[in-house]
């Protein structure tokens, strides 16, 4: 069975009102039901589930889909992720592909050793040997609650406690050291990595443990161990408390980001459970993106010192490179998370309510480390250039360097980069958007008439999503296959596509609508042409070739003239001025 049968298979086999009325409270409206939006912040419920058609669509934030679409987003998963989670749930087989690439042989038994180790220091953590480690968890008004939530543990000091219980269970040891959770000597013997330490085990995605952090209790070095990469653990890509954050990332609707295991902690014990922390690393673009599946909107809240707001400045300019644009939390000088939250949980909740936009973080930082005069100046532009040039956007880039700009006191022109696309060409080459949501629209709505559509050629005319949604949805009518029984890989294309299927029908005749298509296409293609002669002129003239620039000039010429005739009648577009 391959990804996409068993895709189709699940949305056969449930129900999405069932599903989503486990996350939104959904009320019928006429056909469909109606919620409040679990994707944004809304008063007034503009989510409409079809229970006739499998989908979703929200009129106030355009996100859409169908079963596997809606739970993708709502858990931040992956298709292949999600697939597999609702095949599980709900007792279905999975795709081959699935199963061989994260299920099969060594992955399996990696998991089952971590999780053999999560019970072990579970209950080392209620044992005398723990006793230390319960105080001192105590002593950081870490309650009962909070252990068990995330799983925390304790490894007794004995080098070969974890060891022996492993071996007595038949466990081959030299996967338990693959999965990190055992080391070998040069002698060949293997030991506890972990030895002396409250254990933060790290829950991937799915809630399967990959990974483990530990702290030294009482005197020792180093403080904090963490697990070495292993087969199902990339540091890079896994945050620590994001499986348990999720749904309240998704209630408040922003989330925050801190440094430690303990800050976490500390912060989930008085409320803010939006938080999540890197795994005894820098954070990482990767992460970033993991963070962009959950919400746009972040805070970083790092310690108060130099090193904290330098890790600050760093990653704003990773989330820029996503395109996201995070607030900058200022905690005291010496201040921590953990610790500002324990002495006023309100004193936290106001920093918040005061953090920093981004770009006036970034450009005072820097004006702090380089100075104010102009080598300072000339040292920070170079620096905001590079960092805001990692802006995808470029109408986003142009404004944000010119507001760099002004911060500095500034020509915009220092800043501003020759290469900068302007407002007009991003605007031109998003021309075909509502022409593709006509395209759409017609296929949907006549697929009888596909094959006259398709003889148009319209997808050279065509950006994505519109492209590559339009693309598929012709293929499954040739196929035979109803356009309703697709599902897509990327959100923006579940989106776009329940967006299609909830608006209401076209009122235009398919004659009338294939007329304006083709006026459009036509217009296009003259557009193209004439481009490029216009073009082809100023380089001859340049040269002096004057013979071939009156050929030309002539063809230009009946190109304007054939152009009209072509669309008359079509009443959509007027003709293009000679001197366009």
Known sequence: MSLREAALRLRESINIVDLISEFVALKKRGRNYVGLCPFHSETKPSFTVSEEKQIFYCFGCGAGGDVIGFYMRVNGLSFGEAVRELARRYHLPLPSELRESAESGEHRELYRINERAVRFFERMLGAPEGKAAREYLRGRGLSEDLRRTFLLGYAPSDGGALTSHLRLAGVDLALAEKAGVLARREDGTYYDRFRGRLIFPIRDLSGRV????????????????????????HKSRVLYGLYEARPFIREKGHGLVVEGYFDLLSLWEHGFRHTVATCGTALTEDHVRLLKRFSRDWYLVFDGDEAGRKAAARAVGLFFSQGLFPRVVFLPEGEDPDSLVRKAPAALSEALEQAEEPLSFLVEYLLRIYGRGPEGKAQVVREIREILGRLPDPVLRHEYLRRAARKLDLPEGLLLSPRCPQRETLSQEREGAP??????????????????LAALSPEEFLEDPEKTLYEEVLSALREGISPERLTFVEGILQSLFSELLFSPPLEASPEEVLAQIRAWILRRRFEAQA?????????????????????LLRAYTELCRRFPKECQGEGVYEPLQKGS
């Open 210 to 233: 990959v990974a483990f952090g530990g702290r030294i209790v009482g005197e020792g070095e180093p403080k904090y161990l963490n697990s070495p990469e292993s087969p199902i653990y």
């Open 435 to 452: 022409w593709g949501r006509l395209l759409l629209q017609f296929l949907l709505q006549w697929p009888s008439r596909a094959e006259e």
């Open 531 to 551: 481009r490029d002669l216009r073009r082809t002129i100023r380089e001859l003239e340049a040269r002096g070739r004057h013979q071939e620039v009156a050929g």
